[in-house]
């Protein structure tokens, strides 16, 4: 198993540009979920999912968008990008459990946007 | 809503001296609490959960923490650290309905010195 995986590693950007930061996983979770990592700030969930067509706002959803067409996939999306955005990325999912299951934690993708 | 305290930011300690690093949360609402683990330009990884029963939780890589509910505490500890404990620390809890958003505090960094 590859886990959770995640694309680009690394990525500039300028004020007002798009992009999307791919997430994957192989262990047929039903949950994932984005967070943000700031200096000082710990992280902070942005948007997550509970299974392919479903998904949520977390705490700090503005400015980026996500959808999940499958169990495997939940890209997080910026429409224009801002400096506000810079910020370490992290991609997370977990099984649908009865009990708080165990969140798996991607590499993380590291973004500046000037 | 649920809020984490780590008052430390860093803490320096030598190698196979103990260790505690402090949680404090606050919660209207029973509460689930963890301890995850950070090491340079990786994604997190779970050291320990409490989620009901024996309030000693032990974890990964000798580490244990003990629930308190008194004092809302959740810290920490290790009887004898090593220099590859050096990493990131966070506290995090989330509520005990449905999908589990975490909220994180803002991190202990570990520096285990020889």
């Known amino acids: 198993n590859a886990g959770v995986t995640q694309t680009p590693k690394f990525q500039v950007l300028k004020t007002g540009q798009s992009m999307t930061l791919q997430c994957a996983q192989d262990?047929?979770?039903?949950?994932m979920s984005w967070y943000r990592q700031d200096p000082g700030m710990g992280l902070r969930l942005i948007h997550y999912?509970?299974?392919?067509?479903?998904?949520d706002q977390g705490e700090v959803p503005n400015g980026y968008n996500v959808s999940r067409s499958t169990t495997e996939d939940f890209p997080l999306r910026l429409l224009s990008a801002a400096p506000s955005q810079t910020s370490v990325y992290f991609c997370?999912?977990?099984?649908?459990?009865?009990?708080?299951?165990?969140?798996?934690f991607g590499p993380g993708t590291r973004l500046l946007v000037l | 809503a649920q809020s984490v305290t780590q008052l430390d930011s860093q803490v320096p300690v030598f190698e196979e001296a103990p260790v505690e690093l402090r949680c404090n949360y606050s919660s209207s609402v029973s509460v689930y609490l963890f301890w995850y683990v950070q090491y340079p330009n990786q994604g997190l990884q779970l050291l320990l959960k409490?989620?009901?029963?024996?309030?000693l939780v032990k974890g990964i890589n000798g580490f244990e923490a003990e629930f308190n509910k008194s004092q809302t505490s959740f810290h920490l500890r290790k009887p004898s650290v090593h220099i590859s404990d050096t990493a990131e620390y966070f506290c995090?809890?989330?509520?005990?309905?449905?999908?589990?958003?975490?909220?994180f505090g803002t991190g202990t960094r570990l520096l285990v010195s020889p």
């Open positions: 995090a809890v989330s509520d005990n309905t449905g999908f589990q958003k975490l909220v």
């Open positions: 409490y989620l009901s029963g024996s309030t």
């Open positions: 997370a999912s977990s099984h649908k459990g009865r009990f708080q299951e165990t969140q798996y």
């Open positions: 999912s509970v299974g392919a067509g479903i998904t």
């Open positions: 262990m047929n979770h039903e949950y």
